[in-house]
């Protein structure tokens, strides 16, 4: 498939049958550049998280079976996976016969890896609704916004009092740069330092509200952005992002040290 064959934002026809050439990546490469990000020299760790509730192939005797799963792609991986690519992938076993669950698994294993360039995993079932680390909500900072796009990082800054805190917000809103349709997530930060002005920072995720960036890009934008412009010692950044076409992402970085945060999901999942 090549970039004109892009299924995002057309018609596109209902795929009849297991194809894995449906899969599209795309470079990570060609995001980072634009933010000054070097994949030979990344500052972060991390992944981004898919859960995919609808999902189901035919058994041997052609009775539909259902699952959800849970897809873990590295963030170093070369290619980011695209979201609608992956919808039209994942409706391509409706209809094909498979001897188990465990086929299908090994099939969305293999043909993930392949197009993301790096091993991705997959098991069934999605993680429980959760709030995740207990932070403290921006959202009421007491500000007055007037600026939507493109994302300011000048509107980020830090004290002198070095502190530990999980800070989270719902207010994070960008666009898909195809279509121009809304993704909305919460988005988390864990972070020891300078303490990070909250209306600031406020004003800085509302700054996304107009901007158009796939969400690992907007993600990692904030990452280097946060450490850039509040210089903390250690910083993580989930965000988790709503579910559309049957699936939401849930893109994690974070400096080297800092484990996996532990799956869960928001109640707008």
Same mark, same amino acid.
């Given at each position: 498939?090549? =970039? ?10 209902? %795929? ?12 990570? $490469?060609?995001?980072?550049?634009? &933010? ?6 990344? #500052? ?18 052609? /009775?539909?079976?259902? $699952?959800?799963?849970?897809?873990? *792609? #590295? =963030? ?7 979201? !609608? ?16 669950? @465990? ?10 890896? !392949?197009?993301?360039?790096? #091993? ?19 959202? @009421? ?9 493109? %994302? ?5 800054? $830090? ?13 994070? !809103?960008?666009?898909?740069? *195809? ?6 997530? /919460? ?8 303490? &990070? +002005? ?33 210089? %903390?010692? $250690? ?12 699936? +939401?992402?849930? %893109? ?8 996996? #945060?532990?799956?869960?999901?928001? @109640?707008?999942?």
């Amino acid at each position: 498939m090549t =970039a004109h064959d892009l299924p995002l934002g057309r018609q596109v026809e209902y %795929p009849r049958e297991y194809d894995a050439s449906l899969l599209f990546p795309i470079a990570r $490469a060609n995001g980072r550049r634009e &933010i000054g990000l070097e994949d030979s020299a990344l #500052p972060f760790i991390g992944s981004d998280r898919w859960h995919a509730y609808e999902l189901g192939w035919l058994d041997m005797r052609g /009775r539909p079976r259902t $699952a959800t799963a849970t897809f873990t *792609v #590295p =963030a170093e991986s070369p290619n980011l996976i695209e979201s !609608k690519s992956l919808k039209l992938y994942l409706n391509s076993f409706n209809a094909t016969r498979f001897d188990g669950a @465990e086929p299908v698994r090994a099939a969305m294993e293999r043909d993930l890896s !392949k197009t993301a360039g790096a #091993p991705v995993a997959v098991a069934f079932g999605v993680p429980t609704v959760d709030r995740g680390v207990p932070a403290a909500s921006i959202d @009421e900072a007491d500000v007055d916004i007037d600026h939507y796009g493109p %994302p300011r990082a000048q509107y980020l800054s $830090a004290g002198t009092a070095v502190v530990e805190e999980t800070l989270s917000s719902a207010a994070l !809103k960008s666009n898909c740069p *195809v279509t121009g349709q809304p993704d909305w997530a /919460r988005v988390s930060i864990h972070y020891r330092g300078p303490q &990070i +002005d909250r209306a600031g920072l406020l004003r800085y995720f509302v700054s996304f509200r107009d901007h158009c960036e796939f969400h690992e890009q907007c993600v990692e934008r904030i990452f280097k952005d946060l450490l850039e412009h509040a210089k %903390p010692q $250690a910083l993580s950044v989930e965000a988790r992002y709503t579910r559309r076409g049957g699936l +939401d992402i849930n %893109p994690w970085r974070a400096t080297p040290g800092f484990a996996m #945060p532990l799956p869960g999901r928001d @109640e707008r999942q």
